[in-house]
């Protein structure tokens, strides 16, 4: 007869409340994705508190200890990364605090925004910025103003972004710095958060060096000062959420949709021209459907995507041309060429599931 295991004594064993939590988990996290999909938010009972997401949040606050910052924002499960305006605080995706809502995400989206530890540290160092800025008031001073620009400014749909620029650090990718002045300094804070930054090497001869040393400056004199804004605000956290997981992927997708077809306008728009030009010339969805099978062979062979994709995307840059009614421009070999970097560049995005981040 096997030996009875011994019980650990009753104050040794783990709290009811967590086992509990865990069990119910463990139920929605064996569903398949569409039996997931039909879950609401409020029903899988995540706590920040009991997931991974807790020890990154710790790892912040000793980011924020070690640089003498009395400010620790306070952050919950949402639907999506966000510091909303007023509340110093930050919203962290709900698909971060389990392996199988990542998984569904990944599957959804093609990519995990923050799906590594190095990258989800960099956004909460960024949000920390935001939320700081929120908790200290910091975008109403003269010389905050004078540094990144006037917080007031309309947040744009899209940036034409200048990757040359050395006015801006480079932080998140997609040279995220340049799209606001609110991102600029959030972008800014991060890179001097950074444990063992070394931006004053790296970024010596940047005229972003003086933004850097201006936050540097400005942290210092807010060590031992409270914050002016302190309220405990969640936004829209998933606990009170009675929407589904579906209903949050659709409308999340239909964004993409949307931002992708303005993409394929403004990308067909640095190509092709709505102007008839003098000369005789074919419209540009004439010339890109007689060119469709080498236009697609050739992204085929550079990405190895699937051809029905390839001809999809293809199609639909043939029609937005029709629509917008443009031209070639230069000679016909010039056109295709244009026309070939257009088809690869949404190939790309597409298959690579990139978030409405990514700007031109």
Known sequence: MPLPIPRPAASARRPAGPKRVRAKRASWARLGDEQLLAMRFCDLKLKLERTPLARHMRSLYRDLERRGIDFRPHAWIGEEWFSPDGVPGISIPFYLAHPRLERLERAMMKQVEGGNAQWLKRIL???????????????????????????SLPYPDRYRARPGSRRYV???????????????????FAVWLAPNSSWRRGYADWPAFQKLEFVDELMTALRGRRPAVRNRTRIEPIDTLTRTLGEHYEEKLERYRQYR??????????????GRPRRATPRACTLIRSARRELVDAVVREQGV??????????MIIERSDQLGLYPRGSRRDALRNARWVLSRLVRLYTDGASPQLRL
């Open 306 to 315: 699937a051809r029905y994709s390839a001809f999809q995307i293809l199609r």
């Open 125 to 151: 160092r960024h949000e920390a910025g935001h939320a700081l800025d929120t908790a200290y008031r910091l975008r109403r001073r003269k010389r905050w103003r004078e540094a990144f620009g006037p917080a």
């Open 261 to 274: 077809r303005g993409l394929v306008d403004v990308m067909l728009s640095k190509v092709f021209t709505p």
């Open 170 to 188: 480079q932080h998140l990718g997609d040279w995220y710095a340049q799209s606001h002045p609110t991102e600029d300094f959030a972008e800014t």
